[in-house]
């Protein structure tokens, strides 16, 4: 199946400060997606995109569609303790494929 | 409901037993699928519903499990004999392809363990 590599594994960062995390793949995607996961949850969409090149922000975060079509990154700005959680990339061509996770710790 | 829900929330069982996961999906949602997390793991997945038929099967372990999906709705995924390497958190999401969105939604998952 299709691999996405997800990076970095973990981060633990002081609250206020920048969050920067990408995926790769060595395949292309048309759609990417970054979900948060809080513990005994199940994941929960945070940004879609669509097209290459896309830049979309939500709030604090802001994602863009590489526009080779096989990457994408999710960067927090000015994190706050909530953020704690475990953020997933995931491709979709005919079906979705996930990365495996970036365990991100906010220390107040 | 508003969301995808999942039953039970939290399944314990005896080695060998089968067990029966559930899942409703958003309504008017065609795709469905069922993924497995083990303890600080991504999401593996396990099969893919578009309507009631499963194009793709490739995720499922063993012929242990199985899934079906009936009136293009409630989806259920079995696991039969159980062993204690199936303990893990098992997600359902749910989406509605569409030319200019494809967006998945998950459920809160099963947490199943295996004693």
């Known amino acids: 199946g299709q691999q996405l590599n997800q990076s970095p594994q973990s981060m633990f960062i002081q609250e206020g400060e920048d969050v920067s995390m990408n995926c790769t793949s060595s395949s292309i995607f048309n759609t990417w997606l970054w979900y948060k996961q809080d513990p005994g949850e199940g994941p929960v969409l945070l940004i879609a995109?669509?097209?290459?090149?896309e830049l979309t922000s939500n709030g604090r975060l802001t994602a863009q569609f590489g526009i080779t079509r096989k990457d994408s990154f999710l960067n927090i700005s000015a994190s706050i303790p909530s953020d704690v959680g475990i953020y997933f990339c995931?491709?979709?061509?005919?079906?979705?494929?996930f990365g495996t996770g970036t365990s991100l710790t906010v220390i107040p | 409901g508003a969301g995808v829900s999942q039953s039970p929330s939290n399944k314990v069982t005896e080695k060998g037993k089968d067990v029966e996961l559930r899942c409703d999906p958003i309504?008017?949602?065609?795709?469905l699928y069922w993924y497995r997390q083990s303890l600080g793991q991504g999401l593996e997945f396990l099969i893919y519903?578009?309507?009631?038929?499963?194009?793709?099967k490739s995720g499922l372990p063993s012929d242990r499990f199985s899934a079906e999906r009936t009136g293009g709705s409630v989806s259920t995924l079995t696991i039969q004999r159980t062993q204690q390497e199936d303990s893990a958190v098992y997600l359902c999401a749910s989406s509605f392809p569409g030319d200019n969105y494809n967006e998945q939604f998950f459920g809160p998952g099963t947490r199943l363990t295996v004693l």
């Open positions: 309504s008017g949602h065609t795709a």
């Open positions: 519903f578009q309507g009631n038929s499963a194009p793709d």
């Open positions: 995109l669509y097209k290459a090149g």
């Open positions: 995931a491709g979709q061509l005919y079906q979705f494929y």
